[in-house]
C-alpha cells in the first residue's frame, strides 16, 4: 500500500473457506497477513490469532489497529495490546460493541478513512474497506 498500511485478516472462519472467499472476490493480493481458527489452539476471543497476525504482518501490536464488527474481535484485540475499533456493519448490535469498549467505534466507512487520513486513497483501497473484507499494521489493519 502506499500510504504505508498493511492489511491482514484475523477470522473464525476455516482457511479454505477464507481462501475462496478471497480468491472469488479477486482481492487475496491486497492481505499481507490472514490467520484463521484452524491454524491457531485457541481461536478468538483467545490472543493467538492476534499474535500470529501481528507476527506474520512483522511489527508489534501496538501499531495495529483492529478493525471488529465482534465482541470477541475486541476482546482478542485487547487481549494483543491492540488498538480496537467497533463497527457497526456486522451481525452484533453497534451497542453491544459499545459495552465491549472500543477504542474508536464508528458507524459509517468513511470516519475510519478520516481517522487514518485516507480520505483521498486510491480507489482499490477504498472499495476493499468499502467491502469491508479487510484489515490495519505500520500502522497495520486487522479486520
Same mark, same amino acid.
Given at each position: 500500500?502506499?500510504?504505508?498500511?498493511?492489511?491482514?485478516?484475523?477470522?473464525?472462519? +476455516? #482457511?479454505?473457506? &477464507?481462501?475462496? +472467499?478471497?480468491?472469488?472476490?479477486?482481492?487475496?493480493?491486497?492481505?499481507?497477513?490472514?490467520?484463521?481458527?484452524?491454524? @491457531? #489452539?485457541?481461536?478468538?476471543?483467545?490472543?493467538?490469532?492476534?499474535?500470529? @497476525? @501481528?507476527?506474520?504482518?512483522?511489527?508489534?501490536?501496538? *501499531?495495529?489497529?483492529? &478493525?471488529?464488527?465482534? @465482541?470477541?474481535?475486541?476482546?482478542?484485540? #485487547?487481549?494483543? #495490546?491492540?488498538?480496537?475499533?467497533?463497527?457497526?456493519?456486522?451481525?452484533?448490535?453497534?451497542? *453491544? &460493541?459499545?459495552?465491549?469498549?472500543?477504542?474508536?467505534?464508528?458507524?459509517?466507512?468513511?470516519?475510519?478513512?478520516?481517522?487514518?487520513?485516507?480520505?483521498?486513497?486510491?480507489?482499490?483501497?477504498?472499495?476493499?474497506?468499502?467491502?469491508?473484507?479487510?484489515?490495519?499494521?505500520?500502522?497495520? +489493519?486487522?479486520?
Amino acid at each position: 500500500m502506499d500510504r504505508g498500511f498493511n492489511l491482514a485478516i484475523a477470522t473464525n472462519e +476455516l #482457511r479454505e473457506n &477464507l481462501d475462496m +472467499l478471497l480468491t472469488t472476490f479477486g482481492i487475496d493480493h491486497m492481505f499481507k497477513a490472514t490467520c484463521c481458527a484452524d491454524e @491457531v #489452539r485457541h481461536p478468538k476471543p483467545w490472543p493467538d490469532m492476534g499474535r500470529k @497476525v @501481528v507476527s506474520r504482518l512483522g511489527t508489534h501490536a501496538t *501499531r495495529a489497529l483492529m &478493525l471488529g464488527d465482534s @465482541v470477541c474481535d475486541i476482546e482478542m484485540a #485487547r487481549n494483543n #495490546r491492540m488498538q480496537t475499533c467497533a463497527v457497526s456493519w456486522g451481525a452484533t448490535s453497534f451497542d *453491544r &460493541l459499545i459495552v465491549a469498549s472500543p477504542n474508536i467505534a464508528i458507524t459509517d466507512f468513511t470516519q475510519l478513512l478520516d481517522i487514518l487520513g485516507l480520505s483521498n486513497t486510491n480507489p482499490e483501497f477504498h472499495s476493499i474497506f468499502h467491502n469491508r473484507t479487510t484489515g490495519i499494521s505500520e500502522t497495520s +489493519l486487522v479486520y
